[in-house]
């Protein structure tokens, strides 16, 4: 239809309209304006309905404006257009090739023909188009089918999707990423070493390899170093795997100097253990026992030597059994914590292999004690529950309340100890500065009997007991389970309070500062590392300082006694009022160990202490994390991955840098350094062509 006839003020009546000719009507029924499936009709009817008033004078502006029309709908001097349906048109297979909106304007400005095409299956496909080219979906989905055409297009033999090209590209990605580690470690003043093994999803036993070494700016790094499979846990196995891997991998063996692992007997023993074989293979290897390991077996001794602490412990687990296994009683648990104000509130399980778990489980269950019992009470008179039964005559006595307000002081100092020693840095000035500090608050709080400090949970024992909103609602007036001892009830809180501290808290309290101090003696070797100290340079005494010196040029024959204690009479004014003054231990010994200072030159022995004192690994923490990412690699599904396809996986997620920072120029020069079909279309290129 041409313009002066869309303009023609005749146009818009019925007269007109039927005393149109055939022709006139053939030329307008051919205007362009046709849906996907048909064609539009400009009349306007559907199955001879009656047709809708529509305005006479074309263009209307406020159009642009609608928001129905505004995002695609824009007008031209041939007519309107759809900026979308334009932009993401698809090829028309079977009817007209001229679609209005589309490929031809539509010049029948009326309010129905643009509800018409938003309507339209045309429209809405191109819409969905647009959504997703903005989300980015259109540019992922279509990367698969071209890299499979650009492989169709070298051949059928070239496809780069076997297992072993994907096996020898991984290999390449992690050798990236292992190379500037092992370079760094062969320039390293000290090296140190820490083992443990454990077995995967697939029951075989790994042993993994962690390794620390310092930097050019004498700064601690710690790398993982290899994932060995071995057919036992003996340890002639284990030494000949270490032995091998430091071979590989080309690390000077007169730089390793200490070795840590979890204390078990393969490793430690004294006769053949792994420990004793590489120390004579490796003269002045010090050999430690993990620090983290070591508090949590005193914790537990200390706890399992107090006949109630460890039914305490034993009843916390299955108080968290007894919620865990059932929906209703976990439900009915939120219901009554979100009474008391508690979002989110669950029963924590305590491990001993999980060593800060018993410290989360009291944290947590001395603040909701009240929602416990309150769950407990209704199992047990509603449903008539033994197993609430049993463990509420348990939790509802003043011994076990009294314990949990004990282990709510005590433990979040070990907590605290145990985080420190789980740090990947650990070095042993952590020994040295923090388990005497928990051992003299856990002195204070045995001390202190019946006057606890202010603020402490012991101190609100009777408080929290009397609380109408919390404890005191159950009035507790039993000391401790009926019947479980044997002993005579009744009583008053002063005489539970005596027998609780006789029975309990001293004996306990004892077990744990006695633990401590067996498991963390003053080690001579780890204490002669003080002399490196400013206490030491400032201290009158020098024959202390020199007797340490002398004590440790015995155990590693790289440094000279005599040697040593030269140095340190230079050294000690360094500290005292030179360069080195006003600076802590670990201070001084980084300025020691860095490359980039002179003390390296004017006291190589005594830097040498200090890069040993830095790298010997005081804990196994480290191997601990290296097998969460062995559990998360090699899953059920991915069950037969093993040798160095598994440490590659392992090297690239602990090691490797992010996508955005990974050196891919430098895996393509190893890819290619072998003959490759695969080639890029620039003929230019010196790396692959």
Not at 49 to 60: F, I, L, M, Y
Request: hydrophobic fraction near 35%; charged fraction near 25%; aromatic fraction near 6%.
């Amino acid at each position: 239809m041409s313009k002066r006839k869309a303009d023609d003020p005749k146009q818009g009546s019925i007269t007109y309209f039927f005393k149109k000719t055939p022709a006139t009507a053939s030329t307008s029924e051919n205007d362009g304006e046709r849906a996907e499936q048909g064609v539009e009709r400009e009349d306007g009817m559907a199955g001879g309905g009656k047709t809708e008033k529509h305005r006479t004078s074309g263009w209307d502006p406020d159009w642009g404006a609608d928001p129905k029309y505004k995002a695609w709908l824009y007008k031209t001097d041939l007519g309107m257009f759809c900026r979308i349906c334009r932009t993401h048109k698809k090829s028309v297979k079977r009817g007209t090739q001229t679609r209005p909106f589309i490929e031809a304007p539509c010049v029948s400005y009326r309010k129905d023909k643009l509800d018409r095409h938003a309507n339209s299956e045309t429209h809405r496909e191109a819409l969905k188009r647009h959504v997703e080219l903005m989300k980015g979906n259109t540019v992922v989905a279509a990367f698969d089918p071209l890299v499979s055409l650009e492989h169709e297009a070298i051949g059928q033999n070239t496809n780069y999707r076997s297992h072993r090209i994907i096996d020898d590209m991984l290999d390449i990605l992690a050798a990236v990423i292992e190379r500037p580690i092992l370079q760094a470690i062969r320039t390293s003043q000290a090296v140190g070493l820490e083992l443990d093994e454990s077995t995967d999803v697939s029951v075989l036993r790994q042993l993994d390899i962690h390794v620390r070494y310092l930097d050019q700016e004498g700064k601690l790094c710690c790398h993982f170093l290899a994932l060995v499979p071995i057919q036992d846990g003996k340890a002639d196995s284990i030494v000949g795997a270490v032995r091998e891997v430091v071979e590989k991998k080309e690390i000077p063996p007169h730089l390793i100097c200490g070795l840590g692992t979890d204390g078990a007997a393969v490793m430690t023993g004294r006769i053949n253990g792994v420990a004793k074989q590489l120390s004579e293979i490796w003269p002045g290897l010090l050999c430690t026992h993990c620090a983290a390991h070591r508090l949590a077996l005193a914790c537990k001794d200390a706890a399992d030597k107090v006949p109630y602490m460890k039914t305490f412990k034993e009843h916390l687990q299955q108080l968290h059994l007894y919620f865990r296994n059932s929906a209703n009683r976990s439900a009915a648990l939120s219901a009554a914590a979100a009474v008391l104000g508690i979002t989110d509130f669950k029963v924590k399980e305590v491990k001993d292999t999980r060593w800060l778990s018993q410290h989360l489980a009291i944290q947590n269950l001395q603040k909701n004690i009240s929602a416990v019992l309150n769950v407990l009470a209704e199992e047990v008179e509603v449903r008539k529950c033994a197993a609430a039964k049993g463990l509420y005559s348990f939790l509802a006595t003043y011994r076990f309340i009294a314990a949990l307000h004990l282990q709510a002081d005590v433990l979040p100092h070990l907590s605290r100890l145990s985080k420190i020693f789980q740090k990947e840095d650990l070095n042993f000035l952590a020994i040295k500065e923090q388990v005497p500090v928990t051992l003299a608050i856990i002195g204070h709080i045995k001390d202190a009997g019946d006057q606890q400090a202010p603020g402490s949970h012991l101190s609100r024992l009777n408080q929290s007991l009397d609380d109408p909103a919390g404890l005191g609602q159950f009035s507790i007036s039993v000391e401790q389970e009926r019947g479980r001892r044997g002993q005579p009830e009744g009583g008053d809180r002063e005489h539970f309070w005596r027998r609780f501290r006789s029975e309990v808290m001293d004996p306990y309290l004892n077990g744990l500062i006695r633990g401590l101090e067996e498991r963390f003696p003053n080690l001579e070797v780890f204490g002669s590392f003080s002399a490196l100290g400013p206490q030491a340079a400032t201290s009158p005494d020098h024959e202390a300082a020199h007797g340490h010196l002398r004590t440790l040029a015995e155990h590693f024959p790289s440094v000279d006694a005599s040697i040593a204690v030269e140095e340190w009479m230079s050294f000690r004014e360094h500290v005292v009022s030179g360069a080195l003054k006003d600076k802590t231990q670990l201070g001084i010994m980084n300025d020691l160990t860095s490359k980039y200072e002179e003390f390296g030159v004017l006291y190589p022995n005594l830097c040498k202490l200090a890069a040993i004192a830095l790298t010997v690994p005081l804990s196994s923490v480290n191997c601990e994390r290296d097998f969460s990412t062995m559990n998360r690699v090699k899953t059920d599904l991915r069950n037969r991955l093993q040798g160095e396809h598994l440490e590659a996986c392992m090297r690239i997620s602990i090691s490797g840098p992010s996508v955005q920072e990974f050196p891919y120029e430098e895996a393509l020069k190893i890819f290619f350094r072998k003959p490759r079909k695969i080639k890029c279309s620039d003929n230019s290129c010196t790396m692959c062509h």
